[in-house]
């Protein structure tokens, strides 16, 4: 197993997943984990495709806490993220990927480096493997993400196509 691995909450894995772009873990940070309870999430609806999608992307591994109750440290937030919070904890992670603002506060508040599916589209961009981001938002959009208008100005300001 990687040292400092990324791990990954479902919010980013569906998002991705919905835009075909599940490669962009792979070609940003070679290899992502999620925990057994964001596999669980993840699976929740759409399950044959999910698990195709999830099968042919072998760089995205399941991992198992190493202490089953690690995660009740992060009772207050949901179990998919109380999981990546204590993966992130036993691996040292080096980013989270997580996009729910209670869980990008907590994030915050005990020092750990993350971002959401945006920050992920800004880096693919940065790194030329896409080249804009604004379809990419309003297809997110349309496939119920939320996103506020001043995050998506926020982006495209960033990613310079505004």
């Known amino acids: 197993?990687?040292?400092?691995?990324?791990?990954?909450?479902?919010?980013?894995?569906?998002?991705?997943?919905?835009?075909?772009?599940?490669?962009?873990?792979?070609?940003?940070?070679?290899?992502?984990?999620?925990?057994?309870?964001?596999?669980?999430?993840?699976?929740?609806?759409?399950?044959?495709?999910?698990?195709?999608?999830?099968?042919?992307?072998?760089w995205i591994k399941i991992v198992d806490l190493k202490d089953s109750q690690s995660a009740s440290v992060y009772s207050k937030l949901d179990p998919g993220e109380a999981e990546v919070f204590a993966l992130a904890d036993e691996y040292d992670a080096r980013l989270i990927i997580i996009d729910e603002h209670?869980?990008?506060?907590e994030a915050r508040k005990i020092g750990l480096s993350f971002k959401g599916t945006v920050g992920v589209l800004l880096e693919a961009k940065e790194?030329?493997?896409?080249?804009?981001?604004?379809?990419?938002l309003i297809t997110l959009k349309e496939n119920g993400m939320y996103l506020s208008e001043y995050i998506i100005t926020?982006?495209?300001?960033?990613?310079g196509e505004i």
């Not at 940003?28 to 999608?53: C, D, M, N, Q």
């Not at 926020?154 to 990613?159: C, G, I, P, T």
């Open 1 to 58: 197993m990687p040292k400092n691995p990324v791990i990954s909450n479902n919010g980013p894995l569906v998002g991705l997943c919905g835009l075909d772009l599940l490669f962009l873990f792979r070609d940003l940070y070679t290899e992502v984990w999620i925990p057994r309870e964001v596999e669980k999430e993840f699976l929740g609806i759409e399950k044959e495709s999910r698990h195709k999608a999830l099968n042919n992307a072998p």
């Open 102 to 105: 209670k869980a990008r506060q």
């Open 154 to 159: 926020d982006a495209l300001r960033e990613a």
């Open 127 to 136: 790194e030329g493997l896409i080249d804009e981001i604004k379809p990419l």
